[in-house]
C-alpha cells in the first residue's frame, strides 16, 4: 500500500512539474496555432498543433524557448507556404525568427515578432515592400530579405535601427533612392543591395560604417565616393561618372579598413587613399573659410546668422538651402543660402556632427535645422507661373474648399497636372515669419505609399501655397456621395483595401513620424484614390492652422473631446477615421440633413446596429447589392465600433486598427476582385485602370 502511495506522489509530482516547469505562455501558444492553421503545406512541422499544445515543453519543431516563453523561431528549409497569420506581434520574447528559403509568398506580415533582433525571410516569393512595422524593431541586427519579388521605394523608415548590423535586399525589385534615413545605421557593417532597380547616388552611405558593401546591377549615377573604395565593395552594373570622384564631406565615417574594389570600382588604393587625404584638407580648409566668414558676420550684426543674405529681408521670402546644399552630391563646395527661383529644387541633407572637424563651431540653429532635416525635396514655384497654370485661380478651376484654404487644379505648357492648395493669408496674422518655412520642411520629410506627396510650394507677396499631386481620380467623398446613376460603386474588397491603406497612412503619422504627427482633419474630402484605387491621406502636418480655426469642429468627424482644435489628440484622429469607415460601411456622409431627425447623425444613427447583425444588414450600403462576406462586414463593423467610442481613453491606437484589418482582409473568404468607382473620361483610360485594378489581388 505505501508503496502504491510513494508510485502515485510520483506520477503526481511529474505531472504537476511538467504542468509547472513546461506549459508555454499561452499568448505564444496562440499566436503558433494560428501560424499554424495560417499554412498551406505544413507537412514537415512536425509537434505543431491547431490549437493549444505546449511548444516548449513538447519540442516543436524549429521552437526553442527560455522557460515558458518563445525565444526562436527557426523553420528554414521546410517547404512552407501560406501565410503566417495575423499574432506575430504577440510573440514578444522571440530573438530570432528564420523562415528563409520556403515558399510563402504576399505580402510580408505587416507585423513581425517586435523584439526579434535577427529576422530572415529570404529566398521566398514575398511581393509588395517592406512593412512600416520594421521601423519600430529597435533591437533588430540582422534583417534579410533578399531573393524574394519586393517592389516600389524604400521609404524613411530606418531612423530608429541604430542596431542594425547586417541588411540584405538584394535580389528584388526594389526602386527609388535610397533613403537619407539610411544615415542613422550607426552600426551596419553589411549591406547588400545587388541586383534591384535602385537609382540616385550611393553618398548616404558615407554616414554609416559600413565596410562590406553590394551595390550590383542596379541603376545608380554618380560617383563611387572615395571614401567607401577602400572598403569590400562590388559595384559593376551601374552608371557612374566618370573620373575621379569628389572629395567627401565632412562627418563620414573614415579609417574604414581594407578592402577592394571590384567590378568598375575605379581606381587602385593607393589612389584612392590619395583622393582621401586630398578630401580630407580640402574639408579642413572649406570649414576654416565658413569660420573666418561667420566671424566677420558676427562682428557686422548681433543678430545675423550664419551663412545668411540680405537678399531674403529684400525679397521678404523665407530662406531655404538651395539644391547646392551642404551635401549636393557629396561636393563640398558650397554657395551659401540662395532664394528659389522657378521651379528649383530643394534638397536639405542632414549634416554629421564629427568631434574630429571642428563641426561643432557651426551656429546652433543650422545644427538644429540640419538635426530635423533628414531629407526635404520640394519645388520652389513662382506666383506668375502658377496663376497662368490656374488660370489666375479661376473658379473653374476650383477643386475643393476647405476649412483653411482653397485647392485649385493647375495646369502647365509641359502637361504637368498638380494641384495647389492656396492657404488663408489671414492665418499667417501674427504668425512668426519663419512659420511657413518650417511647415514645408516638415510635411517634405513625409513620404509614404498612402499619403499624397508635397511636391512643391510657393510663397510670394503675401500668398502662402503648398502643390501637391493631382489625382484624376478625385477623393473618396466624390466616389462614395457624387457618384451617378452610370458609376460603378466601390466593391467591399476595394473599400477594406482603403480602409486598410488609409489606417496605415495614420500610423505612419502617429508612430513612424518623430515627434508624432496630429492630423486633425481626416475626413473622406482628405483622402484621395489612384488610379489603381490605393487611398493618399492628405492635408496632413497642417495642425499648427486648425489651432487657429474652428471651421473644422461639427462636421461629423470630430470626436465628443472636441469641442476647440486645441483638444485634438491621437485618439481623435482614431475617431475620425472610425467616421471614415461608416462611410465605407453605410455609403452615407457623416452628417446629412435630408435624412429623418434620428439618422441625420451618421455616428448616432449606425453605432447602436454594428453589433446587431440583422440591422447591420440593413445598414450596409445599398450600392453593394448584398455582394460581400457578411462575416467581413462584421468584423469590419466591430472595428468601428471601437474607433467611435465616446471615452478617448477606450479607443484603440491606430497601430491596433491597422493589425486588426489586417486580420480580417487575411480571415476572408471571398475573392480579391477589385472594383471600380466610376468610368474614367475617356473609355481607354478606363480600361487601363480597371486592369489596373484588377492586378491588386491582395492587400
Known amino acids: 500500500m505505501f508503496h502504491n502511495l510513494l508510485v502515485l506522489w510520483g506520477v503526481l509530482f511529474g505531472f504537476f512539474t511538467v504542468c509547472v516547469y513546461s506549459n508555454t505562455n499561452s499568448q505564444d501558444v496562440t499566436a503558433l496555432n494560428v501560424m499554424y492553421n495560417s499554412l498551406t503545406s505544413k507537412s514537415k512541422l512536425s509537434g505543431w498543433k491547431s490549437s493549444g499544445g505546449d511548444p516548449c515543453g513538447d519540442s516543436w519543431k524549429g521552437i526553442k524557448c527560455s522557460g515558458s516563453s518563445v525565444t526562436e523561431i527557426k523553420l528554414s528549409d521546410l517547404d512552407l507556404s501560406g501565410s503566417m497569420g495575423y499574432q506575430l506581434a504577440s510573440l514578444t520574447s522571440v530573438t530570432s525568427f528564420d523562415v528563409s528559403n520556403n515558399k510563402f509568398s504576399g505580402d510580408i506580415p505587416y507585423q513581425l515578432p517586435p523584439n526579434a533582433k535577427q529576422i530572415d525571410l529570404s529566398n521566398n516569393g514575398f511581393t509588395n515592400t517592406v512593412p512600416y512595422s520594421v521601423s519600430q524593431m529597435s533591437n533588430l541586427e540582422t534583417l534579410n530579405l533578399g531573393h524574394n519579388k519586393l517592389s516600389g521605394q524604400l521609404t524613411d523608415m530606418f531612423n530608429k535601427l541604430t542596431k542594425l548590423k547586417k541588411l540584405d535586399l538584394s535580389h528584388n525589385s526594389l526602386t527609388g533612392n535610397l533613403p537619407q534615413s539610411f544615415a542613422k545605421l550607426s552600426s551596419l557593417r553589411t549591406l547588400y543591395l545587388q541586383n534591384n532597380q535602385f537609382t540616385g547616388t550611393i553618398n548616404v552611405l558615407l554616414y554609416t560604417p559600413v565596410d562590406d558593401l553590394n551595390v550590383e546591377n542596379n541603376h545608380f549615377t554618380g560617383w563611387i565616393p572615395n571614401d567607401l573604395k577602400s572598403i569590400n565593395i562590388k559595384s559593376g552594373g551601374n552608371n557612374w561618372s566618370s573620373g575621379p570622384s569628389p572629395p567627401s564631406p565632412p562627418g563620414v565615417y573614415r579609417n574604414r579598413g581594407s578592402g577592394s574594389s571590384s567590378s568598375g570600382g575605379g581606381e587602385k588604393s593607393s589612389v584612392a587613399k590619395g583622393l582621401t587625404i586630398a578630401g580630407i584638407a580640402f574639408a579642413v580648409l572649406f570649414l576654416l573659410g565658413i569660420l573666418i566668414f561667420c566671424c566677420s558676420r558676427k562682428k557686422r550684426s548681433k543678430n545675423s546668422h550664419l551663412l545668411e543674405d540680405d537678399r531674403f529681408d529684400k525679397r521678404k521670402s523665407f530662406s531655404m538651402f538651395s539644391s547646392r546644399d551642404l551635401t549636393k552630391d557629396m561636393h563640398s563646395d558650397y554657395d551659401g543660402l540662395k532664394s528659389t527661383d522657378s521651379p528649383a529644387i530643394i534638397d536639405i541633407k542632414p549634416v554629421q556632427k564629427s568631434p574630429s572637424t571642428g563641426f561643432k563651431s557651426l551656429s546652433g540653429r543650422l545644427q538644429s535645422f540640419a538635426r530635423r532635416s533628414t531629407s526635404v525635396k520640394a519645388v520652389s514655384y513662382a506666383l506668375a507661373d502658377l496663376q497662368v497654370a490656374t488660370g489666375n485661380f479661376a473658379p473653374a478651376r476650383l477643386l475643393g474648399q476647405g476649412s483653411i484654404g482653397r485647392v485649385y487644379k493647375a495646369k502647365f505648357e509641359s502637361g504637368k497636372i498638380l494641384a495647389v492648395k492656396k ?277
Open 423 to 699: 492657404i488663408d493669408s489671414s492665418l499667417f496674422q501674427g504668425a512668426p515669419p519663419q512659420e511657413f518655412s518650417d511647415i514645408v520642411v516638415s510635411i517634405s520629410k513625409i513620404r509614404h505609399a498612402n499619403v499624397a506627396e508635397l511636391v512643391g510650394y510657393c510663397a510670394e507677396l503675401g500668398h502662402h501655397m503648398l502643390i501637391y499631386e493631382y489625382f484624376r481620380n478625385g477623393s473618396l467623398n466624390e466616389f462614395l456621395h457624387m457618384s451617378d446613376d452610370y458609376s460603378n460603386p466601390l466593391t467591399w474588397n476595394t473599400r477594406v483595401k482603403i480602409a486598410l491603406g488609409t489606417a496605415r497612412a495614420i500610423e505612419y503619422l502617429h508612430e513612424v513620424c518623430s515627434p508624432s504627427v496630429i492630423h486633425k482633419n481626416i475626413k473622406s474630402s482628405n483622402i484621395f484614390l489612384d488610379l489603381e484605387l490605393n487611398p493618399r491621406l492628405s492635408d496632413y502636418g497642417l495642425a499648427t492652422f486648425h489651432q487657429r480655426t474652428s471651421q473644422n469642429l461639427g462636421t461629423g468627424y470630430n470626436a465628443p473631446e472636441c469641442t476647440k482644435p486645441s483638444a485634438y489628440t491621437l485618439k481623435s484622429d482614431v475617431y475620425s477615421f472610425g467616421v471614415v469607415m461608416l462611410e465605407l460601411l453605410t455609403g452615407r456622409k457623416p452628417v446629412d440633413s435630408s435624412k429623418p431627425r434620428s439618422e441625420e447623425c451618421l455616428v448616432r444613427w449606425a453605432t447602436p446596429q454594428l453589433h446587431d447583425l440583422d440591422a447591420l444588414s440593413k445598414i450596409v450600403d445599398p450600392a453593394l447589392r448584398g455582394l460581400y462576406d457578411p462575416k467581413s462586414v462584421s468584423r469590419f463593423a466591430d472595428i468601428i465600433a471601437l474607433c467611435v467610442q465616446r471615452e478617448s481613453e477606450f479607443r484603440p491606437p491606430i497601430s491596433e486598427v491597422v493589425q486588426q484589418l489586417v486580420r480580417l482582409v487575411q480571415r476572408s473568404t471571398v475573392n480579391m476582385d477589385l472594383g471600380l468607382s466610376r468610368h474614367s473620361s475617356n473609355s481607354s483610360s478606363y480600361r487601363e485602370d480597371l486592369q489596373s485594378s484588377r492586378r491588386l489581388t491582395d492587400f
